[in-house]
């Protein structure tokens, strides 16, 4: 019997244990393997659809799904979310019951997370559009009442999810006021700690244009420090100051607090991960998907997939006895909207550098035909489609052994 543990159960996590589950499901009917996730959530929400909450008013309900209804048949959902991963010796502890689940295999893809206590002053005066829907809404609340003044969006720290989404956020904030008339009454600022609108230089030179034809003013290098929110005051950590009359920025982000003092973590909660074959660093039967590793590429969904379908066939291929490895081509696909009905993406691999893609209606349709297709794709559907698109990019066949498994430590009694 194979007892695989999937501790966090959001895009990465249920596209692997889905995927999983419908290529072992006689293995899964016979006893020879067991799938569990662990995540106390109740519901899943489709992340990128803050935005939209947030800057065109959507109903935030019609983001979320109950996450019981997305976990196929042969995976066992567990409803609490774990207090500890000891992967020396093989076992997960959960938050509420503090019941201890035993695996031989465990995939770690518990997210990220907003950091507030990072930068003093800014849970205060922080209108949130991106941490989930609820939070969303209650910034669309405050935007609606907007009548003149400086808007500041942007990036308060980083690491973040979805690199474009605060630029997406200058974009529709510009057509929000245009919509309503009121862009001359309201000076709309996007703050960076990055030297140009976006870290990659190509992506920038697509943009910076778009930010000056719509008058959307660039701070850059600002590394908030904290907020003043009487003062309504950002000051950086140069001794900058820049005042504001609504906020919306994206907080720095961290890992799960449980990993934070474990040795396959850094100091943040960031998982040490092989960047190919996805393992925990010196651990050949733990795997990190999606936002939860150190990976040095953008925290965003299409990585979660990409990771999970590595870590699944390669379970597959090792449960069959067969030879064939894969790998993760580090692939990257992030749409970055630009308001208008226009949108971009953001394009690469390890290998290949960012690609030269302009903005354009047909670049949005796909970004919308993403959010159609979202829900089934977390059951493990329309894979042909995505290894169509991906083409070379979805996997890569690879030889190279995983390093070998380390013992388990000798425990202090
Ligand atoms: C505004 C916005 C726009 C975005 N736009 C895009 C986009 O256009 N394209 C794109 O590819 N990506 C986009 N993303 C990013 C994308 O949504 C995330 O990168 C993706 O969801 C990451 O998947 P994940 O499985 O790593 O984490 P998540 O989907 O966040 O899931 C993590 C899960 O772990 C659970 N968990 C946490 N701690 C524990 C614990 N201790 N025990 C058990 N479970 C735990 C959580 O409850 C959660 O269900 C966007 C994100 C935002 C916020």
């Known amino acids: 019997m194979k007892n695989v543990a999937v501790v966090g159960g959001g895009a990465g996590g249920l596209i692997f244990a889905n995927t999983l589950a419908k290529e072992m499901s006689e293995d899964i009917q016979s006893g020879k393997m067991k799938i569990r996730i662990f995540d106390g959530s109740i519901y899943h929400e489709f992340q990128p659809g803050y935005l939209a909450v947030a800057f065109r008013g959507r109903d935030p309900e019609s983001l979320r799904r109950y996450l019981s209804g997305l976990v196929l048949p042969g995976v066992e959902l567990v409803p609490e979310n774990c ?18 689940f035993e695996f ?68 529709m904030l510009d057509e929000f006021f245009v919509r309503r008339k009121l862009r001359n009454e ?139 490895r894969y790998e993760f081509t580090g692939r990257l696909q992030c749409s970055m909207e630009t308001g208008f009905h226009q949108a971009t993406f953001v394009v690469g691999t390890y290998d290949k550098p960012i690609e030269r893609i302009q903005p354009s209606f047909y670049n949005y349709m796909q970004k919308k035909l993403m959010e159609r297709i979202y829900w089934a794709s977390l059951k493990g559907g329309y894979e042909w489609l995505f290894r169509w698109h991906f083409g070379e990019d979805y996997y890569r066949k690879t030889t190279r052994q995983r390093p070998p498994a380390q013992s388990p430590k000798v425990q202090n009694i």
Not at 241 to 265: C, N, Q, R, S
Not at 287 to 293: E, L, M, V
């Open 83 to 100: 207090s500890k991963v000891d992967i020396d010796n093989r076992f997960v502890v959960t938050e509420k019951t503090g019941k201890k």
């Open 104 to 171: 031989d295999e465990v995939v770690i893809a518990t997210g990220s997370k907003p950091d507030y206590s990072q930068i003093p002053g800014l849970s205060q005066a922080n209108h949130d559009f991106h941490s989930s829907a609820r939070a969303s809404a209650d910034a669309y609340k405050r935007l609606q009442k907007v009548r003149w003044g400086k808007v500041v969006t942007g990036i308060a720290g980083v690491p973040y999810k979805c690199p474009p989404s605060p630029n997406e956020s200058a974009f």
């Open 186 to 324: 309201v000076k709309v600022t996007f703050l960076t700690p990055y030297l140009r609108s976006y870290s990659n230089e190509t992506v920038n030179s697509i943009i910076e244009p778009i930010y000056k034809e719509r008058n959307i003013e660039i701070i850059t290098s600002f590394n908030l420090e904290s907020v003043d929110p009487e003062k309504e005051l950002l000051v950086s950590m140069e001794g900058d100051t820049l005042p504001y009359d609504t906020l919306f920025l994206v907080p720095p982000h961290t890992g799960a607090a449980i990993f934070k003092g474990e040795e396959y973590a850094d100091s943040d909660g960031w998982i040490k991960t092989d960047k190919y074959d996805l393992h925990v660093t010196d651990h050949d039967y733990a795997f990190a998907i999606g936002d939860a590793t150190n990976l040095p590429i953008s925290k965003a969904g299409v990585e979660a997939h990409l990771e999970a379908i590595v870590v699944a066939n390669n379970i597959v291929s090792e449960m069959n006895g067969s030879s064939d």
